[in-house]
């Protein structure tokens, strides 16, 4: 993984863990490719993952473009370096498969792949919006020599196909599993933790403030309704701490609500249980700029929430013809918004349906379906 953050591709991985550890008896340690820095939430949750060693040597690097400089032979033994240090470090355990979360793990699962001799399989691991150098040189070879591509949506899949091309024999969609437990919390009580009215109709999104996610867009549809819908109420909720950006993007938005004049109706969070957040609210929201099998809507549908999401064919997959999955304007997220303000029975028929639908995102057949792709390529 990039770095100890908990985001919806580390719930992944160390949900993963943990139901391999007490299903199957696995050993299961974690490589860092960024920093060894870990969030409390995620030190937290990897302890209860069964995590049994938390790797990281030192700043990633594993780089080489395609130019005859001095400067570039000297990338080339940095990346050497890089990963002979790996090697060194990680032989004595006998790893069998590499499981990487987003793309630069990805590309340094590769390489481990080559020079460990007990690695079995690895893959590419396309998940949502992410970084990409095609014209890098390792990243362009282990693009394309890589066992098996896997997305966790058609989004990843084009993402991966626009920069590297795809063969079609080896790629895959893999719909993510649902990460979350369902913990029952008093509606009454969280209300009255987080200062909202008991007779608000809430609205709510579970996302880090990060640059693909559209707060400000919500924020402003949200002002609109608010002005004919006296109860309705809104919560952001996610890790101002995740990144510098995170920061500047919570500050920013924290001082828009005042301008606003929205203190009373508007409640900006972080680092909050995300079990009692969504204990709190009556919709769910996710408007983005792109997503691959979103965490926050299998969660929502897992609390019985009605969502509100950008049409990314990922939200497709869970919502299927929902009436609700929309374009990101602000004008259908307004109509949207009033539509289930004022109708409680569609709220209720859209989130029981959601509710039944999600059981069947289980991390049994998470493994089931990754095993068949991995046994094809052995």
Same mark, same amino acid.
């Given at each position: 993984?990039?770095?100890?953050?908990?985001?919806?591709?580390e719930?992944?991985?160390?949900?993963?863990?943990?139901?391999?550890?007490?299903?199957?008896?696995?050993?299961?340690?974690?490589l860092?490719?960024f920093?060894?820095?870990?969030?409390?939430?995620?030190?937290?949750?990897?302890?209860?993952?069964? @995590? #049994?060693?938390? $790797?990281?040597?030192?700043?990633?690097? &594993? /780089?080489?473009?395609?130019?005859?400089? %001095?400067?570039?032979? =000297?990338?080339?033994?940095?990346?050497?370096?890089?990963?002979?240090?790996?090697?060194?470090?990680?032989?004595?355990y006998?790893?069998?498969?590499?499981?990487?979360?987003?793309?630069?793990?990805?590309?340094?699962?590769?390489?481990?792949?080559?020079?460990?001799?007990?690695?079995?399989?690895?893959?590419?691991?396309?998940?949502?919006?992410?970084?990409f150098?095609?014209?890098?040189?390792?990243?362009?070879?282990a693009?394309?020599?890589?066992?098996?591509?896997?997305?966790?949506?058609?989004?990843?899949?084009e993402?991966?196909?626009?920069?590297?091309?795809?063969?079609?024999?080896?790629?895959?969609?893999?719909?993510?599993?649902?990460t979350?437990?369902?913990?029952?919390?008093?509606?009454?009580? @969280? #209300?009255?933790? $987080?200062?909202?009215p008991?007779d608000? &109709? /809430?609205?709510?999104?579970?996302?880090? %403030?990060r640059?693909? =996610?559209?707060?400000?867009?919500?924020?402003?549809?949200?002002?609109?309704v608010?002005?004919n819908?006296?109860?309705?109420?809104?919560?952001?909720?996610?890790?101002?701490?995740?990144?510098?950006?995170?920061r500047?993007?919570?500050?920013?938005?924290?001082?828009?609500?005042r301008?606003?004049?929205?203190?009373q109706?508007?409640?900006?969070?972080?680092?909050?249980?995300?079990?009692?957040v969504?204990s709190?609210l009556?919709?769910?929201?996710?408007?983005?700029?792109?997503?691959?099998?979103?965490?926050a809507?299998?969660?929502?549908?897992?609390?019985?929430?009605?969502?509100?999401?950008?049409?990314?064919?990922?939200?497709?997959?869970?919502?299927?013809?929902?009436?609700?999955?929309?374009?990101?304007n #602000?004008?259908?997220?307004?109509?949207?918004?009033?539509? &289930?303000?004022?109708?409680?029975s569609?709220?209720d028929?859209?989130?029981?349906?959601?509710?039944?639908y999600?059981?069947?995102?289980t991390?049994?057949?998470?493994?089931?379906?990754l095993?068949?792709?991995?046994?094809?390529?052995?």
């Amino acid at each position: 993984m990039h770095y100890g953050s908990l985001g919806g591709a580390e719930r992944q991985g160390l949900g993963l863990a943990k139901f391999l550890t007490e299903e199957y008896q696995c050993e299961v340690s974690l490589l860092l490719t960024f920093s060894d820095e870990l969030q409390p939430d995620f030190k937290q949750f990897a302890k209860a993952c069964h @995590i #049994r060693h938390i $790797f990281h040597t030192h700043a990633p690097y &594993l /780089v080489c473009w395609k130019e005859l400089s %001095y400067r570039n032979l =000297k990338r080339l033994v940095w990346s050497f370096k890089y990963i002979w240090g790996y090697r060194k470090l990680l032989k004595p355990y006998g790893f069998d498969y590499i499981f990487p979360f987003l793309n630069f793990p990805s590309k340094v699962a590769f390489y481990l792949y080559k020079v460990l001799p007990t690695v079995k399989f690895t893959f590419w691991h396309q998940l949502g919006l992410d970084v990409f150098k095609p014209d890098e040189l390792f990243e362009k070879y282990a693009s394309r020599a890589v066992p098996a591509v896997i997305a966790n949506s058609q989004t990843g899949l084009e993402l991966y196909k626009r920069h590297y091309g795809l063969d079609k024999e080896k790629s895959y969609i893999l719909p993510q599993y649902l990460t979350m437990e369902y913990l029952y919390f008093d509606k009454k009580e @969280i #209300r009255n933790k $987080f200062n909202i009215p008991q007779d608000a &109709l /809430v609205f709510g999104m579970v996302a880090h %403030y990060r640059e693909d =996610k559209k707060h400000e867009l919500i924020l402003e549809a949200f002002k609109k309704v608010s002005e004919n819908f006296e109860d309705a109420f809104l919560i952001f909720t996610g890790n101002r701490e995740s990144s510098r950006y995170t920061r500047i993007k919570y500050d920013a938005l924290e001082k828009s609500i005042r301008e606003e004049g929205l203190e009373q109706k508007v409640r900006l969070l972080s680092q909050e249980s995300i079990e009692e957040v969504l204990s709190s609210l009556d919709v769910g929201l996710l408007i983005s700029e792109i997503e691959g099998m979103p965490n926050a809507v299998m969660e929502y549908m897992l609390y019985g929430l009605p969502v509100i999401a950008s049409d990314h064919p990922g939200c497709k997959y869970l919502l299927k013809e929902s009436p609700y999955l929309i374009s990101n304007n #602000r004008e259908h997220l307004i109509g949207k918004m009033s539509e &289930l303000l004022n109708h409680p029975s569609i709220r209720d028929q859209h989130g029981l349906k959601n509710r039944e639908y999600i059981k069947s995102f289980t991390k049994e057949s998470y493994v089931r379906d990754l095993s068949t792709i991995i046994k094809r390529h052995l």
